[in-house]
């Protein structure tokens, strides 16, 4: 497969306006560039570094920028266009936001074959840890596990989800706080699985994934064997939770001790009609990718929908919200 790399130039102030953009137009999987960020990193964590390379540190300073790669067919090609498009749409609010957005420019180099993408995850995407037992690991990479973490192994690529974003990491967070050895889990917009795959090595019972694109189905799979999931506690298929009928038979009601969603508040707000359903009466429903913006409405859209919010949990600019069903 051949795909194209689209690099989106901002400021350090634009890459929340910029992120929430990509999320609302399907991309979640986006690499952020920004040197003054990795200088304060590497100069606030330098005591627990062996060795940090000077050049890092003295290198001459480029613009922020936001990559993001599509796939070179017509599905990707219609991503792109609305991504350009909303990227002009959101320069045109600059004024109105309140936001330094910079020339918010964006490039695009087409006919990246498989192997020059993959090196140019390589590149980027190394080993990291989430909340206190997650070790996220690009397969490519070998890592030593002093601490006893519970190692996800990922093939990141295909821009379905790679754990880096802030959303992502919220909801493994909370992952980690309601999973029990009991639970069954439901994972609406699954992506690449990550968040469904997380729960079983946390000791799910049982996950049931869910998402519209059917290409969601073959990656989820891929990676839960690269994780050692089996099919008999781990079902992934593709549908519309909310109009299609026979997926609501299929995944079932009243059985799931957490929902998981991962997505944007205006689907958020859509599956909520569903998800009260979908919980048991103790259940948890976990909603992320949702912009501070956003919160009030997906919060009428949870009380409409009979579900209580229990908890609110925010980085930067996203937030997370826990509900249960009302009594």
């Not at 997926?247 to 707000?269: M, P």
């Not at 919980?279 to 859209?301: C, E, Q, T, W």
């Amino acid at each position: 497969m051949e795909w194209i790399e689209a690099k989106i130039y901002t400021t350090r102030e634009g890459i929340e306006p910029v992120s929430a953009v990509l999320l609302e137009t399907g991309i979640t999987g986006i690499q952020i560039e920004d040197d003054d960020e990795l200088k304060e990193y590497l100069e606030e964590s330098s005591m627990y570094w062996d060795y940090v390379d000077e050049g890092l540190l003295n290198k001459e300073k480029e613009e922020t920028k936001l990559k993001i790669y599509v796939s070179d067919n017509p599905y990707g090609n219609e991503i792109l266009l609305n991504v350009i498009e909303n990227i002009k749409r959101l320069k045109n609010m600059e004024d109105e936001i309140g936001l330094n957005l910079g020339r918010l420019h964006i490039e695009t180099i087409c006919n990246l074959n498989e192997e020059e993408w993959l090196n140019k995850w390589k590149e980027f995407y190394k080993p990291f840890t989430l909340g206190e037992k997650i070790l996220i690991k690009p397969v490519w990479e070998d890592v030593e596990n002093n601490e006893n973490k519970i190692i996800f192994n990922i093939n990141p690529g295909h821009v379905f989800g790679t754990g880096l974003h802030q959303t992502t990491q919220l909801c493994i967070t909370n992952l980690e706080k309601y999973v029990t050895s009991e639970s069954v889990v439901l994972d609406l917009g699954c992506g690449s699985g990550i968040l469904s795959i997380i729960s079983l090595l946390l000791d799910a019972k049982s996950a049931f994934a869910v998402d519209i694109d059917e290409n969601a189905v073959k990656v989820a799979y891929e990676n839960a064997q690269l994780n050692g999931i089996d099919k008999d506690k781990y079902f992934v298929t593709a549908g519309n939770v909310v109009t299609d009928e026979d997926l609501k038979e299929k995944i079932g009601y009243k059985k799931y001790d957490i929902v998981l969603a991962n997505i944007i508040a205006d689907v958020i707000c859509f599956i909520s009609t569903v998800v009260s359903n979908q919980l048991k009466d103790d259940g948890v429903f976990i909603a992320s990718g949702i912009i501070k913006d956003r919160l009030d409405d997906v919060y009428n859209a949870l009380n409409e929908n009979g579900l209580e919010p229990i908890e609110t949990i925010t980085k930067d600019e996203w937030v997370c919200v826990i509900s249960k069903i009302k009594k």
